[in-house]
Nanobody
Framework: QVQLDESGGGLVPAGGSLRLSCTAS????????MGWFRQAPGAERELVAS???????TYGDYVKGRFTISRDSAKNEVYLQMNNLKAEDTASYYC????????????WGQGTQVTVAS
């Protein structure tokens, strides 16, 4: 199992920036990909961005050009740089790990709240 710990959320005005961090521990050698997901009240959890161990990235259409995912493999950390934030980006942001053999993201952090004031 992989343990994930997010940080970096907060309150920011529209147009501002935030950087989220996620630190993985435990069976990190089993990780194939890590991703950032978000969930607003009453909505389903959706993918924001993901990055594989080969640095292949995927982004949700609504964040392309504004958000950047990156990782530091030596520290087992993944980051999400969020620029030009909009009110609709307000949500709880979760870090997830996709491990070999699991077929899905099945390890999650506790989440960090991002609130964008319009």
């Amino acid at each position: 199992q992989v343990q994930l710990d997010e940080s970096g959320g907060g309150l920011v005005p529209a147009g501002g920036s935030l950087r989220l961090s996620c630190t993985a521990s435990g069976r990190t050698f089993t990780i194939y990909s890590m991703g950032w997901f978000r969930q607003a009240p009453g909505a389903e959890r959706e993918l924001v961005a993901s990055i594989t161990i080969n640095d292949a990235t995927t982004y949700g259409d609504y964040v392309k050009g504004r958000f950047t995912i990156s990782r530091d493999s030596a520290k087992n950390e993944v980051y999400l740089q969020m620029n030009n934030l909009k009110a609709e980006d307000t949500a709880s942001y979760y870090c997830g790990a996709f491990t070999y053999g699991s077929g899905q993201y099945n390890d999650w952090g506790q989440g960090t709240q991002v609130t964008v004031a319009s």
